[in-house]
Nanobody, 128 residues
Framework: QVQLVESGGGSVQSGDSLTLSCLASGAAFNTYAVAWFRQAPGNEREYVAAISWSGTNTYYADFVKGRSTISRDNAKNTVYLHMNSLKPEDTAVYYC?????????????????????WGQGTQVTVSS
């Protein structure tokens, strides 16, 4: 079991960059796949990016592909989401999620129900 705490959110201007962190506590974090999801007011939670337990494989939603990077440092029990060229439509609460079960197909990483553990979220607000 892991506990997840997100940090790094804040208020930025359009075009700025931001790095979110997801710190995990608990054993064997290096056996968990981790993903970032986000939820804007009035919208459903949507997938942003994911990374395999080893960090070898990374996956991105189309709307962040090319301007975001997900990475992990298992020695620090931390996963990062670096976002460039932020837009007002990126405004949302960002959540990290983790799960230890194998993900046999790439699209499994994008499914919220594939993750058993969730953080409380960090707010990102992008002003135009």
């Amino acid at each position: 079991q892991v506990q997840l705490v997100e940090s790094g959110g804040g208020s930025v201007q359009s075009g700025d960059s931001l790095t979110l962190s997801c710190l995990a506590s608990g054993a064997a974090f290096n056996t968990y796949a981790v993903a970032w999801f986000r939820q804007a007011p009035g919208n459903e939670r949507e997938y942003v990016a994911a990374i395999s337990w080893s960090g070898t494989n990374t996956y991105y939603a189309d709307f962040v592909k090319g301007r975001s990077t997900i990475s992990r440092d298992n020695a620090k029990n931390t996963v990062y989401l670096h976002m460039n060229s932020l837009k007002p439509e990126d405004t949302a609460v960002y959540y990290c999620a983790a799960d230890q079960r194998p993900k046999y197909y790439a699209d499994f990483y994008a499914r919220a129900n594939e993750y058993n553990y969730w953080g409380q979220g960090t707010q990102v607000t992008v002003s135009s």
